[in-house]
């Protein structure tokens, strides 16, 4: 499914290796409001840096996407590529440059090869249609396994809109985003700042709370297109059907982040860390990361080993204010550990991580909030995959 009057185009340059096509391009018909956000990590990429400039504007119209390369810690050289080639795709769609974002995943520190990306620009703009969104989920992916899509269809006043999600990413994946590119596209009418509003609160809920293996990206971004071609009443904070929007956009985003860490480089299982019980939201945030980046636990996940005393470790040195004579921890509905002790289950906690999907939850019983974090198990595969990622 695919939103209205969004068009694609995929191209081979072999930026990295030759046999996959590694270029994408999303063009929307006519110009749209658009939202984005952006990795934290001081160190920004060349496209990072233009797209947080041009956000400003509000509008976008087409998006090129390159993987292979990030296009980062290459200087002013870096940016100035960036800049021939949005001017190229501006061009060639008879577009404004102002229009045009991009965005880029790959090796950090290598100059992105113009002399094969400049020539694919030039098909990519010719063949533009004769692509799918799920050929560009394709083209984005570095070490990922698998393309990830998914859209919701929903009732807006007397029609029914499209919103769809397309992203990259399993390895480098930590808070604040993660070494992921996210688009997501809707032909529902969405007034500018509602859009960010939206965009904004479903990253914090989603791609802000999974990590694979504790590291920040260069490349992180989000952005969100509003076409408004299905015609409604552009949809602000008080529309009626506000709520709805964000709701479907809040599955896409966490659906999609489910998929990025089961994806997780080398990884065999998808772990949800609950935590309940907390001081505050911030207690319960720290204290689900802490368990969730702890490579202890991690790998004792991998190995079915209810080993709870790494959890409880993690807890202790978080930060987080709570009483470990207080604290019960349970590997999905088994209670292994009830008032900081055992509870004497531990072999039929070990039995739960044999299976893919696991939650682990741990009740401080220190307050009312709580949080949930996306992770994963850490195997060899994960070393072996990093280990050979420029060879």
């Given at each position: 499914?695919?939103p209205k009057g969004f068009i694609f185009s995929t191209v081979e340059a072999s930026i990295k290796k030759p046999g996959h096509r590694d270029i994408g391009l999303i063009f929307?018909?006519?110009?749209?409001?658009?939202?984005?956000?952006?990795?934290?990590?001081?160190?920004?990429?060349?496209?990072?840096?233009?797209?947080?400039?041009?956000?400003?504007?509000?509008?976008?119209?087409?998006?090129?996407?390159?993987?292979?390369?990030?296009?980062?810690?290459?200087?002013?050289?870096?940016?100035?590529?960036?800049?021939?080639?949005?001017?190229?795709?501006?061009?060639?769609?008879?577009?404004?440059?102002?229009?045009?974002?991009?965005?880029?995943?790959?090796?950090?520190?290598?100059?992105?090869?113009?002399?094969?990306?400049?020539?694919?620009?030039?098909?990519?703009?010719?063949?533009?249609?004769?692509?799918?969104?799920?050929?560009?989920?394709?083209?984005?992916?570095?070490?990922?396994?698998?393309?990830?899509?998914?859209?919701?269809?929903?009732?807006?006043?007397?029609?029914?809109?499209?919103?769809?999600?397309?992203?990259?990413?399993?390895?480098?994946?930590?808070?604040?985003?993660?070494?992921?590119?996210?688009?997501?596209?809707?032909?529902?009418?969405?007034?500018?700042?509602?859009?960010?509003?939206?965009?904004?609160?479903?990253?914090?809920?989603?791609?802000?709370?999974?990590?694979?293996d504790g590291d920040m990206s260069t490349n992180d971004t989000v952005l969100m297109l509003s076409n408004g071609l299905l015609g409604n009443e552009p949809i602000t904070a008080?529309?009626?059907?506000?709520?709805?929007?964000?709701?479907?956009?809040?599955?896409?985003?966490?659906?999609?982040?489910?998929?990025?860490?089961?994806?997780?480089?080398?990884?065999?299982?998808?772990?949800?860390?609950?935590?309940?019980?907390?001081?505050?939201?911030?207690?319960?945030?720290?204290?689900?990361?802490?368990?969730?980046?702890?490579?202890?636990?991690?790998?004792?996940?991998?190995?079915?080993?209810?080993?709870?005393?790494?959890?409880?470790?993690?807890?202790?040195?978080?930060?987080?204010?709570?009483?470990?004579?207080?604290?019960?921890?349970?590997?999905?509905?088994?209670?292994?550990?009830?008032?900081?002790?055992?509870?004497?289950?531990?072999?039929?906690?070990?039995?739960?991580?044999?299976?893919?999907?696991?939650?682990?939850?741990?009740?401080?019983?220190?307050?009312?909030?709580?949080?949930?974090?996306?992770?994963?198990?850490?195997?060899?595969?994960?070393?072996?995959?990093?280990?050979?990622?420029?060879?």
């Amino acid at each position: 499914m695919t939103p209205k009057g969004f068009i694609f185009s995929t191209v081979e340059a072999s930026i990295k290796k030759p046999g996959h096509r590694d270029i994408g391009l999303i063009f929307s018909e006519v110009e749209a409001n658009i939202a984005g956000v952006f990795t934290t990590n001081a160190v920004k990429a060349a496209p990072v840096l233009i797209c947080m400039e041009k956000i400003k504007s509000g509008r976008g119209q087409a998006i090129i996407v390159n993987s292979g390369n990030a296009n980062a810690c290459t200087g002013k050289k870096g940016l100035k590529d960036a800049d021939k080639i949005i001017s190229a795709v501006a061009e060639q769609l008879d577009v404004k440059d102002s229009t045009v974002y991009i965005c880029s995943t790959g090796v950090i520190g290598a100059p992105l090869p113009m002399k094969k990306i400049l020539p694919a620009v030039k098909s990519l703009t010719q063949d533009i249609g004769r692509s799918s969104m799920d050929d560009v989920a394709d083209a984005i992916m570095t070490t990922d396994t698998f393309p990830k899509i998914i859209s919701k269809r929903l009732k807006i006043g007397g029609g029914y809109g499209l919103i769809s999600g397309i992203c990259k990413g399993a390895g480098m994946i930590a808070p604040n985003m993660a070494t992921m590119l996210c688009f997501i596209l809707t032909d529902i009418a969405v007034e500018r700042k509602t859009l960010s509003t939206i965009l904004k609160s479903s990253v914090k809920k989603s791609f802000n709370r999974i990590t694979i293996d504790g590291d920040m990206s260069t490349n992180d971004t989000v952005l969100m297109l509003s076409n408004g071609l299905l015609g409604n009443e552009p949809i602000t904070a008080e529309s009626a059907d506000f709520d709805k929007v964000l709701k479907a956009v809040d599955e896409i985003t966490y659906g999609l982040s489910k998929m990025i860490v089961s994806d997780g480089e080398g990884a065999t299982k998808l772990v949800e860390v609950f935590v309940r019980g907390a001081k505050n939201d911030s207690d319960a945030e720290k204290a689900a990361f802490a368990v969730s980046n702890s490579l202890l636990v991690k790998t004792a996940v991998y190995g079915c080993d209810a080993n709870w005393g790494r959890i409880m470790a993690a807890l202790g040195s978080s930060g987080v204010g709570f009483r470990e004579e207080k604290t019960d921890i349970s590997f999905n509905k088994i209670k292994a550990v009830k008032g900081g002790i055992s509870n004497n289950r531990d072999e039929e906690a070990t039995g739960v991580l044999k299976g893919k999907q696991i939650k682990i939850t741990i009740d401080l019983h220190a307050g009312d909030s709580s949080a949930k974090v996306l992770t994963c198990d850490l195997t060899e595969t994960y070393i072996r995959i990093n280990a050979e990622y420029r060879t």
